[in-house]
């Protein structure tokens, strides 16, 4: 975190994730306390678990599969997308654990940020996505991912 968002708030759901949000944004459960929703400026960024569809066991590579999988399913149906990027972020680094995000470009000014989190050799996976005017990316989502912990995976020793 930088320190134009040290007036940001930490919040956790155990078992889950712990991150930082703005102070003006709101944050609750939604889809039957399965989804966390973080609010600010009129965008979300959402973050579930979701049972692995493409491996039986988590890693790397089949998170990518994983994450490939989803933006087929959920984001190529509904939105036309320009370019995509897949790639391990460089600000994540826990012990056994494995993360891979996803930057899709949608017309001239939208993007969707996503990454998954999976604990190595575990059966589901941690995936928080944004989408929303490209201009917003740098602060509200990015800040908000580079401080999560997925506390899901890290309990178990990771």
Same mark, same amino acid.
């Given at each position: 975190? +930088? ?21 003006? &944004?709101?944050?609750?459960?939604? /889809? ?5 929703? !973080? ?29 490939? /999988?989803?933006? /087929? ?16 972020? !460089?600000?994540?680094?826990? +012990? ?6 996803? !930057? ?9 940020? &996503? ?16 989408? *929303? ?12 991912? !580079? ?5 899901? &995976?890290?309990?178990? *020793?990771?």
């Amino acid at each position: 975190m +930088t320190n134009e968002h040290a007036d940001w708030l930490t919040v956790e759901y155990p078992n889950f994730a712990s991150f930082c949000i703005p102070p003006d &944004a709101t944050h609750e459960l939604i /889809d039957d306390d399965s989804t966390i929703c !973080v609010t600010h400026k009129a965008t979300d960024v959402l973050a579930s678990l979701y049972p692995l569809r493409q491996s039986l066991s988590a890693c790397n590579d089949s998170l990518e599969l994983e994450l490939r /999988d989803f933006t /087929d399913r959920c984001i190529r149906p509904r939105a036309e997308i320009d370019t995509v990027s897949y790639e391990p972020p !460089v600000d994540v680094d826990f +012990t056994g654990i494995a993360c891979i995000q996803s !930057v899709l470009t949608i017309g001239d000014n939208r993007i969707w940020l &996503a990454r998954a989190y999976a604990r190595i050799g575990g059966d589901q996976m941690m995936l928080i996505h944004w989408n *929303g005017p490209r201009e917003l990316a740098p602060d509200f989502p990015m800040g908000l991912f !580079v401080s999560l912990v997925p506390l899901f &995976a890290t309990q178990y *020793g990771g």
